[in-house]
């Protein structure tokens, strides 16, 4: 392998572009997928995480990136899905030259690409990655850290889907079963604190969830723990999958809704749900604040421009969750099936 490698991967039928990319000077090596750049670029967050496996880092990526798709349809944004993931310890103080490395691979793409934060990334490392390229959003000195306004979304959708099973979107006495209290997890404990919602939370991070019981009065939980807690909503804010073989039968909440990207591990799953009587509202729905967000740099929005479209994932959620309902189908099935038929629109367009 050279100093610096580019390699195409097989993308698969249902992405255009899966690339593995590698700066062994710096110890960079990335997975960055396109899952569509049809509607317009494909936008989505940089994920740094140490990943067992190449194979582990593509599935995500490929996950992630098809998310982003769905989430931005939804949304009615102008831009496809993508994602990029740093294969590493993202706890590394040496930082600059590695997302100096990823900004350049960004670039290799042409605006085909626009990159933010994700997981395991900040503001501060996309500024790094800007001297390398002007296609990232989530920069410091524009949009800046999306986690309160995607925890803010989370919420609206939260409440929508609270008016859609017990008629009310009033959270006052109601138990939250938050699992991920880092940043978007914490701006949402305090959205529901701030309701009189009743809070409970883990996180791998002792100290997260110590601010959060010290700040918000929450009860903490273990992390294998807050699956199985006696609450009205679980809140999954950390990674996907959380809802899985081992974890679907120990839940005892009403409604699933939270801020993690691809919290069914497999689709059957969302049918359990269903089966189960628990509402799961779609994750890419909920979730889209923070892309909201970055509209500010994408499409030169104001503060209040983007605050309203975000506010109103509530009314987006609201509508889907009633026509799943009249359709007969789980809220998850319905969405893919909007996003599916807006995404092949805007191909139909493209093609003319």
Known sequence: MS????QEIDPGPEHEKVMLCSDPDCGYRAIIAIHSSVPGPAVGGTRFWNYASDELARVDALRLSRGMSYKNAMAGLPFGGGKAVIIGDNRTVDREQIFRAHGRFVESFAGRLITAEDIGTTPADLEFVRLETNHVAGLLSKSGDPSPVTA??????????????WGDDELIGRTVAIQGCGSTGYH????????????????????RVARVVQELQATAVSPDEIVNSDADIFAPCAFGGIINDQTIDKLRVEIVVGSANNQLLAAKHGDALAELGILYAPDYVANAGGVIN????LLSWDEQTTR????????TMLTLLEQAKNEGLPPFRMADQIAEQRLLVARNLHTR
């Open 3 to 6: 100093a610096i490698d580019i």
């Open 152 to 165: 803010y979304g989370v919420f609206r959708a939260l409440q929508a889907s609270a008016r859609h099973r």
């Open 188 to 207: 949402l404990a305090k959205e529901l604190h701030a309701t009189g919602a009743r809070l409970v939370v883990a996180d791998i991070d002792p100290q």
């Open 294 to 297: 970055g509209c500010r740099e």
């Open 308 to 315: 309203s479209k975000v506010k109103a994932i509530y009314e």
